[in-house]
């Protein structure tokens, strides 16, 4: 015979539990799972990964998976679920991406405003690898010519110092000059100081008296805390972080980032042929002038996800 007596010790004699949410589905769940951050609940139907939004409350979106589909898990610390099927015998793994819609009113930017893909880039200008993608940023526009518009957006840490980096480039912004002020700051020998900042102010020929009125302005420091909020909302943790058409690309290599480019132009370029097909049959509109939006150096700062 065989015993085994095991001892518990317990600080707590008894235990509660209660209902924290009950979620009315239109069909059979079969499993579910939990994204890392806890904003996505995935319940497996048959057929369907219905995507329920914590946040709103709702079920936001169906992945269609296999009819036999049983088992449902959420890979740690990434955006991928596996989907085992029992009958085929085999496991599906899907990429679940969240789309972010960023506020680009007054934020600096280069290339077409009305550009088909958007690369959004958040950044700070005390690290070290958002200056060395810079070259890649301009390579990319160079390839894709007039079909991509980056965006800069601020995301520094929680110093004085790089704040006021931050809101020096928006400073500059207001006087046309963001990216060659961008490119001065990035160019500073470290550490980061105020004097040197207004050295490279100088240096770029920014109406100092304007600058320095605009540095601590109200407007200045809103667009900077825009921005910190947005990427904290959009789960931003290191820089350079990166955002084609509102989806976070988290591999950093050039050739990810021309793929993924390169399908957001697609997708964007079938969209508008079936809109052109909708369009199809109605009387001529009128021959409006084409917007050309702004090209060139409208405004920009950033590069892509990088812990090199």
């Known amino acids: 015979m065989f015993c085994l007596f095991v001892w518990i010790c317990s600080a707590a004699a008894e235990m509660e539990h209660r209902t924290v949410k009950s979620i009315e589905l239109p069909t059979t769940p079969l499993d579910v799972a939990v994204s890392p951050n806890e904003k996505w609940y995935y319940i497996l139907t048959p057929g369907n990964v219905l995507v329920y939004s914590v946040e709103t409350e709702k079920v936001v979106h169906a992945v269609p998976v296999g009819k036999w589909a049983s088992k449902l898990t959420h890979a740690p610390e990434s955006n991928l679920l596996l989907v085992a099927d029992s009958k085929e015998n085999k496991v599906q793994v899907i990429q679940i991406d969240a789309i972010y819609d960023f506020s680009t009113e007054n934020s600096p930017y280069v290339g077409p405003a009305d ?74 020998e470290r550490p980061l100081e105020l004097e040197k900042i207004m050295k490279a102010a100088e240096g770029v ?48 290599n050039l050739n990810e980032i021309y793929q993924r480019i390169g399908e957001a132009m697609q997708k964007a370029s079938a969209g508008k042929t079936d809109s052109d097909k909708d369009d199809s049959g109605k009387g001529e509109s009128g021959k409006g002038e084409s917007g050309k939006g702004e090209s060139g150096k409208g405004e920009s700062d950033k590069a892509p996800n990088a812990s090199e």
């Not at 931050?166 to 207001?174: L, R």
């Not at 109406?207 to 959009?234: R, S």
């Open 115 to 188: 550009a088909p893909v958007e690369i959004v880039i958040f950044n700070h200008y005390q690290c070290p690898y958002c200056s060395r993608l810079d070259p890649k940023i301009e390579e990319l526009m160079e390839l894709f010519e007039n079909g991509i518009k980056v965006v800069y957006k601020a995301f520094p840490p929680y110093n004085e110092v790089s704040r006021k980096a931050s809101a020096a480039a928006v400073a500059a912004h207001w006087q046309g000059k963001f990216w060659e002020m961008h490119h001065a700051m990035h160019e500073i």
């Open 205 to 252: 020929g920014l109406d100092m008296e304007k600058f320095k009125a605009d540095l601590d302005a109200p407007e200045t420091m809103a667009l900077v805390q825009k921005d910190i909020e947005e990427g904290l909302a959009a789960e931003v943790d290191a820089v350079p972080c990166f955002f084609i058409n509102g989806i976070h690309l988290e591999n950093k």
